[in-house]
T-cell receptor, first 111, second 114 residues
Framework: GQQVMQIPQYQHVQEGEDFTTYCNSS?????IQWYKQRPGGHPVFLIQ?????EVKKQKRLTFQFGEAKKNSSLHITATQTTDVGTYFC???????????FGTGTRLQVFP | KAGVTQTPRYLIKTRGQQVTLSCSPI?????VSWYQQTPGQGLQFLFE???????NKGNFPGRFSGRQFSNSRSEMNVSTLELGDSALYLC?????????????FGPGTRLTVL
């Protein structure tokens, strides 16, 4: 079945450093969504990527969809303490109608 | 618009009991999905309901069931509770298909099975 792996599992950074999380699928994806969950909170939608090679930016966040549509990344430039939380990708494969969530990357930012 | 609401927020049950959780989606949203979140397994998809029909189902045993009403409100039921069912149960609503549209999550119901 479809597997969605996210790396790293945890990342601790100093405020101001950059951060990247990667999402990898065993199958070709139709689209991928990214969510952020603050500690004690619920997932909040960040973005959806659909096209091969797509790059989207939201202020300090940059999202990429791989050319082969099997992987994606989220990059945060100059992290702030407000970036703390767990970042999840959610992938939809072409051969299934089920959205599979990645294992998540937990980001901790030290001031 | 009001966000997604879930009731109750916290629940404690014992093994063998059954439980019903409720989710009210954002007004106008027709899709409601349910997820189980645990530290070990992450976010696992349970099922999606759209216009009162179950459109998609994850890999959970038949003890987990749900339904959706004509006003799009949804309920999830777990029968014969097991210790491993302790988790945060999240519901999410979206305008149309959950897999192609932004999902809005509720605050969740924290279920503890003793």
């Amino acid at each position: 079945g479809q597997q969605v792996m996210q790396i790293p599992q945890y990342q601790h950074v100093q405020e101001g450093e950059d951060f990247t999380t990667y999402c990898n699928s065993s199958t070709t994806l139709s689209n991928i969504q990214w969510y952020k969950q603050r500690p004690g909170g619920h997932p909040v939608f960040l973005i959806q990527l659909v096209k091969s090679g797509e790059v989207k930016k939201q202020k300090r966040l940059t999202f990429q969809f791989g050319e082969a549509k099997k992987n994606s990344s989220l990059h945060i430039t100059a992290t702030q303490t407000t970036d703390v939380g767990t970042y999840f990708c959610a992938a939809l494969s072409y051969n299934t109608d089920k959205l599979i969530f990645g294992t998540g990357t937990r980001l901790q930012v030290f001031p | 618009k009001a966000g997604v609401t879930q009731t109750p927020r916290y629940l404690i049950k014992t093994r063998g009991q059954q439980v019903t959780l409720s989710c009210s989606p954002i007004s106008g949203h027709r899709s409601v999905s349910w997820y189980q979140q645990t530290p070990g397994q992450g976010l696992q998809f349970l099922f999606e309901y759209f216009s009162e029909t179950q459109r998609n189902k994850g890999n959970f045993p038949g003890r987990f069931s749900g339904r959706q009403f004509s006003n799009s409100r949804s309920e999830m039921n777990v029968s014969t509770l097991e210790l491993g069912d302790s988790a945060l149960y999240l519901c999410a609503s979206s305008l149309e298909s959950y897999s192609y549209n932004e999902q809005f999550f509720g605050p969740g119901t924290r279920l503890t099975v003793l």
